[in-house]
């Protein structure tokens, strides 16, 4: 099917270079221009579509190639934009940074590639003068790309009036402005990238603060007429070679401070099936959702929140009693961390937690585990069967003694190691999952929930 899609992606020369600000910045402009956004993050990363649902009022989503597949990806673009005026995918690490050092593969530029995106490149410019010239020339040369255009990251105005007219003559590339420094404007950051928009609390003075000032310095006109030059879009329907569940169902999702890490096309492609998707927060309610018929407990940062976890022992206790019963359970990350039996603090404190799996968390100082793998599973389970395989992502920085090892993981470099609890009604452990990407498990998970109830 053909599309009508004005489009366009912010990428960069690597993580810190100023992406998301500027993200932010273009974002919250467009939408006090009146106009209906659609943003999008490339990659697995749970924060940055945060700040842009923050931004647009509106559910920000993931466009994951190694999770999702070509196809899914380019079919949830579409989906999610059709009715906008303009759509903004905020790119990943550097334009090329993927899963490897050898190439391009699942890279901000692979996904402007297969979905025809012009894309423009933020630089961050301090401590340069006329060698802006020589990396944005190498940006544009090295591979095959869509690059059309740069904004300049930290840059004075002065100082842009004599860099835009260098680059333009030198490059065969437009200069779309440029973005100083803004003071109030700074977004703290904790391990796992950016605190969340929702712990910021004068976070809409910000996101005005870099709206006016984008306004004023990023050609916002000019960037969307380049969108608009690239919106024809040609994908398929990803839902049109699988047959589908279509039952009514109920399922409870943990969804508060503590588990905020939610791929939202998962929910969607829940709800298509026919699910009523029930929040709960393990924090404050003493009960899970009545009548459900699974549940599923995201990541996060239960680590933040350990001890208001633990100290709500009455839903612990009843959601050890349903799991051990049954209840089918999907839980990734800060939810396998809530589930096992304890965690301790970098203090060496030991906090209870649900104890429906045996293990202990604790956490480290640095990543654990961290990147794509591909998991094949050791033995049947609610999402698929043995020697069956599940594309993932881990970013953790905890760790257990009890991992689980009812799936094998594998890095692309070769690197292997057992991982997830599973059977015939869980699945839990540290890799997020991507549904769009493993149509047939969540299928198999939804025929295996439909006619249970707890």
């Given amino acids: ?39 999008f993050k490339a990659g697995p990363d749970y924060i940055d579509p945060m700040f842009h649902s923050k931004v647009i009022g509106a559910k920000s989503r993931n466009l994951d190639i190694f999770l999702s597949g070509e196809k899914s990806v380019k079919y949830l673009l579409a989906r999610a934009a059709e009715n906008s005026d303009v759509s903004v995918i905020e790119g990943v690490m550097g ?15 692979h996904l402007a590639k297969i979905t025809g995106t012009p894309q423009i490149l933020v630089l961050e410019t301090r401590g340069m003068s006329f060698s802006v010239v020589a990396m944005i020339s190498g940006y544009l040369n090295f591979k095959q790309n ?28 437009k200069v ?27 976070i809409r003075e910000k996101l005005d603060l870099l709206a006016e000032t984008a306004e004023k310095t990023i050609d916002i006109d000019g960037i969307l007429e380049l969108a608009k030059t690239y919106s024809s879009y040609v994908c398929s329907d990803a839902l049109i070679d699988f047959n589908i569940p279509k039952a009514p169902t109920r399922i409870a999702l943990a969804d508060d401070e503590a588990f905020c890490f939610k791929y939202e096309d998962n929910l969607e492609l829940l709800r298509i099936m026919g699910a009523e998707i029930i ?23 239960p680590e933040l929140y350990a001890e208001k976890l633990s100290a709500n022992k009455i839903l612990r206790d009843e959601i050890k009693e349903k799991m051990n019963a049954g209840l089918p359970t999907i839980a990734e990350c800060g939810g396998f961390m809530y589930l096992q039996e304890e965690y301790e603090d970098k203090d ?107």
């Fill in 146 to 173: 869509n690059i059309k255009g740069v904004i300049l990251n930290n840059t004075s105005e002065k100082m842009y009036e004599l860099l835009k007219p260098t680059i333009e003559e030198n490059l065969p590339i």
């Fill in 348 to 454: 060496g404190k030991i906090y209870e937690m649900v104890g429906a799996v045996k293990g202990r968390t604790h956490m480290t100082e640095h990543l654990v585990r961290f990147g794509y793998v591909t998991m094949k599973a050791e033995k049947d389970n609610i999402l698929c069967k043995a020697g069956e395989s599940i594309n993932a992502h881990e970013f953790h920085y905890s760790d257990s003694d009890n991992c689980g090892s009812d799936f094998e993981a594998q890095k692309y470099n070769g690197k292997t190691w057992k991982a997830v609890i599973a059977d015939d009604s869980k699945f839990i452990g540290y890799p997020h999952v991507h549904f769009w990407g493993n149509i047939p498990c969540i299928t198999n998970f939804y025929n295996n929930i439909k006619d249970k109830i707890f």
């Fill in 176 to 202: 779309y402005g440029y973005m100083p420094k803004v003071p109030g404007s700074v977004i703290e950051s904790r391990h796992l990238g950016l605190i969340t928009a929702d712990e910021i609390q004068n």
């Fill in 279 to 301: 929040p709960f927060s393990p924090m404050k309610d003493e009960h899970l959702p009545e009548k459900i018929n699974a549940v599923i407990f995201p990541g996060g940062y």
């Fill in 95 to 109: 334009n090329y940074d993927g899963i490897g050092t050898k190439d391009d593969l699942y890279s901000s530029n």
């Fill in 1 to 39: 099917m053909t599309r009508n899609i004005s489009r366009f992606m912010i990428t960069g020369t690597g993580s810190g270079c100023g992406k998301t600000t500027i993200t932010c910045a273009v974002l919250k402009a467009l939408k006090k221009r009146g106009l209906s956004v659609t943003s």
